[in-house]
């Protein structure tokens, strides 16, 4: 069975930073996009974050400047930073991917992978 688990998630004041981990053996290898994807309660999910295996990036409006996403293909490692967190980024943040020539806006274009890691910010 392939693991994939995401970490790195908490709680954390507004302003604060995190960084979320990722761990997907096996993701890597032609073209395929990877992302992270949050889900607020009582909202649907949205892809946070994307980026390909040309390391092209895609970010979501409300966290552009703010989040930093990155993959370390060596280890199969997904990253996303989290920087100058508002209360609204609190979520369920969930790592996802899908083999593609280019990354999809919607979620429902990614396999998503792990349980999910909370990220409370207050």
């Known amino acids: 069975h392939v693991q994939r688990v995401e970490s790195g998630g908490g709680l954390v004041q507004p302003g604060g930073s995190l960084r979320l981990s990722c761990v997907a053996p096996?993701?890597?290898?032609?073209?395929?996009?990877v992302a992270w994807l949050r889900q607020a309660s009582g909202k649907e999910r949205e892809v946070v974050a994307s980026?390909?295996?040309?390391?092209?990036?895609i970010y979501l409006e409300s966290v552009e400047g703010r989040f930093t996403i990155s993959k370390e293909d060596t280890k199969n490692t997904l990253y996303l930073q989290l920087s100058s967190l508002k209360p609204e980024d609190t979520a369920m943040y969930y790592c996802?991917?899908?083999?593609?020539?280019?990354?999809?806006?919607?979620?429902?274009?990614?396999?998503?992978w792990g349980q999910g890691t909370q990220v409370t910010v207050s």
């Open positions: 996802g991917g899908t083999r593609a020539w280019y990354c999809p806006l919607s979620p429902s274009g990614f396999d998503v």
């Open positions: 980026i390909s295996d040309l390391n092209e990036k």
């Open positions: 096996g993701v890597s290898g032609g073209r395929y996009c």
